[in-house]
């Protein structure tokens, strides 16, 4: 009788640490769900928000640069085509067919994607002309200033000393199948940020001269695997030089 009394406790208690332990597992796989999706949407948060800095610094930075009205700049609903500066240089000589020039930019001259433009003198337009070469030189003609190189570029088309000749490439910034992309000349677009961006909600706009900037970039950034609006949109307006804007960027709530 005994026996049977304690066999009977046994299997109480049996069945109530496998409730309590059924409870614990349920509530860490609530908890760990719980902690999951929180960690995912944090992450999609910072990639979202890293991505709209790095568009908006990229464009920010490139766009600034752009003259109304001299520079062409052709904007689509969802892109920018533009020429894009990658250095300046000041002709301080000639020789051997190619025009010597103190150069500093973002990059070294490519012949392969490069070309010259000349800032136009008085009485003279503005010249855009093929580069065919750019070699690093030493001459005594030209003294570089620190953070400076001395190039020697063909070809040489009349450079005066003193002559501004900024270093550009024609491309076009896109923001195309979620992501901020660039394509250069007629190459594929190249993704320059993940792919976070809602193509029907981000775009880019021109805006007519007079207005608070020159550029309306329209940022909205979501996950459509998962339903739900994203983050909210971000407008950055960025004034092109020339205009009547604050040279700072303003940034939409």
């Known amino acids: 009788m005994c026996r049977s009394d304690h066999a009977g406790r046994s299997l109480v208690e049996l069945l109530i640490a496998?409730?309590?332990?059924?409870?614990?597992?349920?509530?860490?796989?609530?908890?760990?769900?719980?902690?999951?999706?929180?960690?995912?949407?944090?992450?999609?948060?910072?990639?979202?928000?890293?991505?709209?800095?790095?568009?908006?610094?990229?464009?920010?930075?490139?766009?600034?640069?752009?003259?109304?009205?001299a520079d062409p700049i052709m904007v689509a609903a969802d892109s920018a085509g533009l020429r894009a500066y990658r250095g300046m240089a000041i002709v301080c000589g000639r020789g051997g067919g190619a025009v010597h020039v103190r150069y500093r930019g973002l990059r070294a001259p490519d012949a392969a994607k490069d070309s010259i433009l000349r800032l136009s003198r008085a009485g003279a337009g503005e010249q855009a002309l093929p580069l065919s070469s750019a070699v690093r030189i030493s001459t005594h003609a030209c003294v570089a200033a620190p953070g400076e190189d001395v190039l020697a570029l063909v070809p040489d088309s009349s450079h005066l000393p003193g002559d501004v000749l900024l270093v550009f490439e024609r491309g076009a910034y896109a923001l195309s199948n979620r992501a901020l992309r660039y394509r250069r000349g007629a190459s594929g677009r190249q993704p320059?940020?993940?792919?976070?961006?809602?193509?029907?909600?981000?775009?880019?706009?021109?805006?007519?001269?007079?207005?608070?900037?020159?550029?309306?970039?329209?940022?909205?950034?979501?996950?459509?695997?998962?339903?739900?609006?994203?983050?909210?949109?971000?407008t950055l307006r960025i004034p092109l030089l020339n205009l009547r804007a604050p040279l700072d960027s303003l940034e939409a709530p």
């Open 18 to 69: 496998m409730l309590a332990l059924a409870i614990v597992t349920t509530a860490a796989l609530l908890t760990f769900g719980a902690q999951s999706r929180l960690a995912r949407t944090a992450g999609d948060l910072a990639e979202a928000s890293s991505a709209r800095r790095t568009s908006a610094a990229i464009l920010d930075r490139e766009l600034r640069t752009v003259t109304a009205g």
């Open 192 to 234: 320059l940020t993940a792919e976070v961006f809602l193509d029907d909600s981000s775009g880019v706009t021109l805006l007519a001269p007079g207005e608070t900037a020159g550029v309306s970039l329209r940022l909205m950034a979501g996950d459509v695997s998962r339903p739900g609006p994203g983050t909210p949109p971000r």
